[in-house]
């Protein structure tokens, strides 16, 4: 169990390079991601057959240009993060908790 998360950086000088960043930004959280800060995105994902269908949506609707990086981080590995400055990281949705249990 753990977390998905998305980091991208996407060419925004000419017009349709910002649609197309835009358009992604909503893609992504259309397929359940939320923003963590601006061009990162965020979603828990409980199984491995979770996490390979996420990266194929991802690698689906990802723009032609610019630069986009999937990372998975266990959910040990991010509760071990620390917020320097800005809000608290976000936690595991609680439907997700009796998966600790197996």
Do not use: N
């Amino acid at each position: 169990m753990g977390w998905l998360l998305v980091i991208y950086d996407l060419p925004v000088v000419e017009e349709l390079d910002r649609k197309a960043a835009t358009k992604f930004r909503r893609d992504i959280m259309d397929v359940g991601f939320s923003m963590l800060q601006q061009s990162v995105y965020i979603k828990p994902c409980v199984t491995h057959s979770k996490i390979r269908t996420a990266v194929k949506k991802i690698k689906k609707i990802a723009p032609a240009k610019g630069k986009a990086q999937i990372i998975f981080l266990t959910d040990c590995q991010w509760a071990k993060s620390e917020v320097i400055v800005g809000e608290i990281k976000p936690e595991m949705p609680r439907q997700t908790e009796f998966w600790e249990l197996l």
